[in-house]
């Protein structure tokens, strides 16, 4: 009898997971937006270089430029691999794969630092609130600013 709730909590999870994900799209639809929104803060970014230069730029260099094994994070390389994608991908890419050697080593939290550090190398502008971990699918990586209509 004990072992019931995990296996009930997993079915009410998966039953209930589908509906709050269309339920939020069809609420969220036109809160849909670009990385030029202002999605991340200055602090966040700094504080996700560090963690950067820990983690991440033996491979993907300090200049975050990559090297001959590792892809470049910044510039034509970046926005052709992860244009038009949102940064929910990218973030499940990252935690998922990343570090190579230790993947999904990190907390989240320090995962959504770098994302910003990331964007910031990238020269998306910052805003006034953090990456959380809610709406990182709504937030899309398009190349330019797209007119607001
Ligand atoms: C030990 C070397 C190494 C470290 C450390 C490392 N990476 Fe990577 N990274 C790679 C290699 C090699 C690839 C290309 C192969 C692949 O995608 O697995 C890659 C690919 C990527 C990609 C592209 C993934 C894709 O599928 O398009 C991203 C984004 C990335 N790394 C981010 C990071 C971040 C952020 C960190 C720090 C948390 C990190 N990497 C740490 C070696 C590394």
Redesign the pocket.
């Known amino acids: 009898m004990r072992l019931i709730p995990g296996p009930l909590l997993v079915i009410a999870i998966s039953l209930v997971h589908p509906m709050t994900a269309s339920g939020l799209q069809a609420t969220q639809a036109d809160g849909q937006r670009t990385v030029w929104d202002g999605v991340y803060t200055e602090e966040q970014a700094e504080r996700g270089g560090v963690q950067?230069t820990e983690?991440?730029a033996?491979?993907?260099a300090p200049d975050l430029r990559g090297s001959t094994?590792?892809?470049s994070?910044v510039g034509m390389s970046f926005t052709f691999?992860w244009g038009e994608r949102t940064l929910g991908e990218?973030f499940g890419?990252?935690q998922q794969?990343?570090?190579?050697?230790r993947p999904n080593s990190?907390p989240a939290q320090t995962y959504r630092n770098?994302l910003a550090f990331i964007l910031r190398a990238n020269s998306y502008p910052p805003g006034d609130q953090g990456l959380e971990a809610d709406g990182l699918d709504q937030i899309i990586i398009s190349a330019k600013p797209e007119p607001r209509p």
């Open positions: 950067y983690s991440c033996g491979c993907h094994t590792s892809p994070l691999l990218l890419k990252i794969l990343m570090p190579t050697d990190l770098i």
